[in-house]
T-cell receptor
Framework: DTAVSQTPKYLVTQMGNDKSIKCEQN?????MYWYKQDSKKFLKIMFS???????INETVPNRFSPKSPDKAHLNLHINSLELGDSAVYFC????????????FGQGTRLTVV | GEDVEQSLFLSVREGDSSVINCTYT??????LYWYKQEPGAGLQLLTY?????DMKQDQRLTVLLNKKDKHLSLRIADTQTGDSAIYFC?????????FGAGTTVTVRA
């Protein structure tokens, strides 16, 4: 069984469109994250949620809106897509605390044309 | 990540040891992690070390921590072709992992 699953795996869309990426975890974790990996492989946190509440928002544009309907899901909706949004987006989950392992999904490769 | 730094590339011959170095800035970090990313895949946790430890060994992996210099290293013994990947070090707080830029390890025959 996949621990952290993201859909879709690949997403190609035109500038200006609105798209969503879904993430689900079946590990019973309280904390979920979204990370962005750019073309140079830098990984940067975008959001973290704990028990459906936003904990970290790392200066992400308002066009990005995460939504956590329950603890097992953290979806990412992006409005008015721009070329610079092209990247691989990773969802992850963990229990809170610095000594807990974070499990990552396989990533969603978003290409904006 | 701006707080965690790594060298970007390492080329190693199959069978040799690989050493990947990392420096971090947050002295309050209690846990430091190493992740592996193979092409087209997500991140896989390799190992981690608690800040009150100097060394941790796990099969072919050895992690060394110099807390005074905020320096972390990962040694892979008997490097194999399957070890070719990007290796990220990361420092952890309660709700965030801050990653280095990743070291691309290439194993040559």
């Amino acid at each position: 069984d996949t621990a952290v699953s993201q859909t879709p795996k690949y997403l190609v869309t035109q500038m200006g469109n609105d798209k969503s990426i879904k993430c689900e975890q079946n590990l019973g974790h309280d904390t979920m994250y979204w990370y962005k990996q750019d073309s140079k492989k830098f990984l940067k946190i975008m959001f973290s949620y704990n028990n459906k509440e936003l904990i970290i928002n790392e200066t992400v544009p308002n066009r990005f809106s995460p939504k956590s309907p329950d603890k097992a899901h953290l979806n990412l909706h992006i409005n008015s897509l721009e070329l610079g949004d092209s990247a691989v987006y990773f969802c992850a989950s963990s229990q809170p605390g610095a000594n807990t392992e974070a499990f990552f999904g396989q990533g969603t490769r978003l290409t904006v044309v | 990540g701006e707080d965690v730094e790594q060298s970007l590339f390492l080329s190693v011959r199959e069978g040799d040891s690989s050493v990947i170095n990392c420096t971090y800035t947050d002295s309050s970090s209690t846990y430091l992690y190493w992740y592996k990313q193979e092409p087209g895949a997500g991140l896989q946790l390799l190992t981690y070390i608690f800040s009150n430890m100097d060394m941790k060994q796990d099969q072919r992996l050895t992690v060394l921590l110099n807390k005074k210099d905020k320096h972390l290293s990962l040694r892979i013994a008997d490097t194999q072709t399957g070890d070719s990947a990007i290796y990220f070090c990361a420092e952890r707080s309660d709700y965030k992992l801050s990653f280095g830029a990743g070291t691309t390890v290439t194993v040559r025959a």
